[in-house]
């Protein structure tokens, strides 16, 4: 049986947490009175170095990976992280090492506000009963928004039981929950909704008498979850990621064309009728089949990839006696500033021509073509907005909403679809 204790997650100060996904580390050094390693979970910096007073200490360390241990002394350091052969800072700190101690540097988050956190790795395993172990949870990313973490038997129902760790936020570290040791099935969890599933790993393996970090990191949609289990006290990592993508089907055929897509065999839509959005859906991730019917004819087939998760609108549009599809990659990532909101623009009315989308009569994006989506433009929060969608040959505006609440931290995607005898437009808050 499970017994933890849980505490809603705390921000981590800056030389308090550190945390990696990716490859097994090397082992510990003998020189220095400080062994410092450091786990890459950026989202996008492929190989970073960690400096400190302006040697650098640690080189070329990929994305999804863990360094082998350095000896340094125990002190405190102006510390850098550097993009590999670049010498512009990422981010600047002061930390201070303890003699006798080892620690893991996680460097995590986009390129454009890269964070570091340090994890001291020495807590007393005596502390843990034999049969077993310690976990507590990491957000290394600024993606996700709050989650729910499950560790469970495979067969139990998330609204049966408690989350392990609840609602943790951006760089927020839970309290360390304690559970048998053995394997576990991992689920992650919008916070508060056990049926917002991010996450589902069926056996992740907790050693007997160990402390555990899971490190969580968003995958490329910004929705669903990757992570790791980093083994404390100079040992591992062992990585769970995410074999699922999101897909979600657009109709916008001319005729109110009825849409229907499998993928890899499993019917994603059926008898979508144009226009219309569909919710997303997840899927498995990798090179499947991908079938198009048109009014329930097979307009088309063929492979298509998508990347483990990540998200995709497929747009189907057009004539329906000649359909054509646009596999779309969408960027679901909160916006940077809490106070922002991100905007895009997809065209799939073939009958409209290049548009234009205004917010309050400035245009944010111009001439979209068919078939297309733009790409996010990001703008303050607005509790009455005008959206206006236009083209360069229509006289009027094809689509318009007034007194629209683009809320704080949301996520937005305008259609203009075909399907109906003028073109619809369906704005849809995704995130």
């Known amino acids: 049986m499970m017994a933890f204790s849980t505490r809603r997650a705390w921000l981590l100060t800056a030389a308090v947490l550190g945390l990696a996904l990716g490859g097994c580390g090397g082992g510990s050094s003998s020189s220095g009175d400080v062994q410092l390693r450091v786990l890459n979970v950026s989202s996008d910096v492929a190989s970073v170095d960690l400096s400190l007073d302006d040697t650098t200490k640690v080189q070329a360390v990929a994305i999804d990976s863990l360094s082998s241990y350095v000896g340094i002394g125990a002190d405190t350091y102006d510390v850098d992280v550097l993009a590999t052969g670049n010498s512009s800072s990422l981010n600047n700190s002061s930390r201070s090492f303890s003699k006798d101690k080892h620690y893991t540097a996680v460097v995590w988050g986009r390129q454009s506000a890269i964070k570091l956190s340090t994890l001291p790795e020495d807590d007393d395993e005596a502390d843990i009963s034999t049969g077993k172990a310690k976990l507590r949870v990491f957000s290394a990313t600024a993606d996700l928004g709050n989650v729910d973490v499950y560790l469970t038997r495979d067969d139990t129902a998330l609204d049966s039981t408690t989350p392990v ?248 995607t305008a259609f203009l679809l075909g399907g109906n005898s003028t073109p619809t437009g369906v704005l849809r808050k995704d995130r």
């Open 165 to 412: 760790a609840s609602s943790v936020a951006s760089a927020g570290l839970s309290s360390y929950a304690t559970l048998d040791s053995g394997s576990w099935r991992l689920r992650v969890t919008g916070a508060g909704d056990s049926s917002d599933v991010r996450l589902d790993v069926a056996a992740v393996a907790l050693s007997d008498k160990k402390y555990n970090t899971l490190v969580l990191t968003a995958g490329s949609g910004g929705v669903l979850v990757h992570a790791t289990v980093l083994v404390q006290q100079q040992s591992g990592v062992a990585t769970a990621k995410n074999t699922q993508a999101r897909l979600r089907v657009v109709a916008g055929v001319e005729s109110k064309g009825s849409v229907g897509v499998a993928w890899n065999g499993i019917t994603q839509a059926s008898g979508l009728r144009s226009p219309a959005v569909a919710p997303y859906a997840l899927v498995a991730a990798g090179t499947h089949a991908l079938e198009l019917r048109i009014n329930g004819i097979v307009a088309s087939t063929g492979d298509a990839v998508l990347s483990p998760g990540a998200d995709y609108t497929l747009l189907a549009y057009g004539d329906a006696a000649a359909p054509k599809l646009s596999l779309i990659s969408d960027d679901n990532r909160l916006p940077s500033s809490t106070s922002r909101v991100k905007l895009r623009l997809i065209h799939g009315a073939a009958t409209a021509d290049a548009l234009t989308l205004s917010i309050d009569y400035a245009a944010l994006i111009s001439d979209l073509p068919l078939g297309s989506a733009s790409a996010f433009t990001t703008l303050t929060a607005n509790s009455s907005a005008r959206v206006d969608i236009s083209s360069v040959s229509a006289a009027e505006t094809l689509y318009t909403a007034t007194e629209v609440n683009l809320q704080a931290l949301g996520v937005y």
